[in-house]
């Protein structure tokens, strides 16, 4: 792994949050688990199958294995999730049957301050594991919008910082409008402050620089939203509209948009919906070969983060010591 995650991981290990992770029926989850433990990284809660769990091969000496339906906590955290959702029509019959599914059962785990955070999404689709977070933890105070992006790491790759980016939204908003397209950008800059530490340079990226295309609606959302996220985050340094290529390449930047103060030297992509950023970061990923980390969401009340379906141990590893700074952080704020 790159020295953008052995930098979260020791920062993690510096402060040590506490970690669920309710897949434990997934072989990646379990090992993830054994190398956060034996590097001494976070406490974890691994929840599912008590007995399977500890007869599988990893060592999770350390770990605290619970099976959401036997579980102590399951009549607490039920009542807990009524008193949450019953304005929203939920019954307490409900809620305690959703206490057998561990998105659920991890989630109020979060909420009650069981744990920091969360990461899931191995073997469980994106909206399941966000739909669960949102309904139950809901915004962060004064945030409006919950988004998600990927930290990308590119080998060999001179733009960005040195190949690091930060790509948004690629899990969560599908066709945002201006407004929330720019309240991306402003928490996407917020996020790479948080997890990178130099300046977000972001780029509101367009099939257009700078009016190059006849006008049109896509092309005029990515103008507006690049004007309102300017008025939300003015020391920010956000510009646009941009395509990729004048966003990243020095050269292309100076000769689309020779003013711009992003154009060549972008950081952090904002992608004009969900097509666009899911697409965007699988090539990336796949084609040059970059680790792809997240969906990290930005704006949740706490850190629940999610994973592709088609992850690696790996990558399980990275997200959850990104999901430690992520709650460090939170906590030096509170
Ligand atoms: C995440 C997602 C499931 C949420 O939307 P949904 O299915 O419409 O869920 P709901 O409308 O029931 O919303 C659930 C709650 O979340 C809230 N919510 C939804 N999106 C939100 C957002 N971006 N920010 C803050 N809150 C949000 C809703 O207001 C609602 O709150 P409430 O129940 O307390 O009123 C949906 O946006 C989605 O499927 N996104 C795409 C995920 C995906 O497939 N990504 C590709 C692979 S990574
Ligand atoms: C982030 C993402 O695309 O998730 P999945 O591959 O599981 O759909």
Known sequence: MGSFIDTILAKAASDKQTIVLPEGDDERTLKAAEAILADDIADLVILGD??????????????????????????????????LRKAKGMSEEQALDLMDNVLYFGNMMVKLGRADGMVCGACHSTSDVLRASLQILKTAPGVRLVSAFFIMIVPDCEYGDDGVFLFADSGLEIQPDSERLANIAVSSAGSWKTLIGTEPVVAMLSHSTYGSASANADRDKVIEATEIAQELAPGIRIDGELQLDAAIVPSVGASKAPESPVAGKANVLIFPDLDAGNIGYKLVQRLAKAEAYGPITQGLAAPVNDLSRGCSAEDIVGVIGITCVQSQAKKAQS
């Open 50 to 83: 008590a007995d399977a769990i500890t007869a599988s091969s990893y060592n999770l000496e350390g770990a605290t294995v619970i099976d959401p339906r036997t579980a102590a906590e399951r009549e607490e955290f039920a009542h807990a999730l009524f008193e």
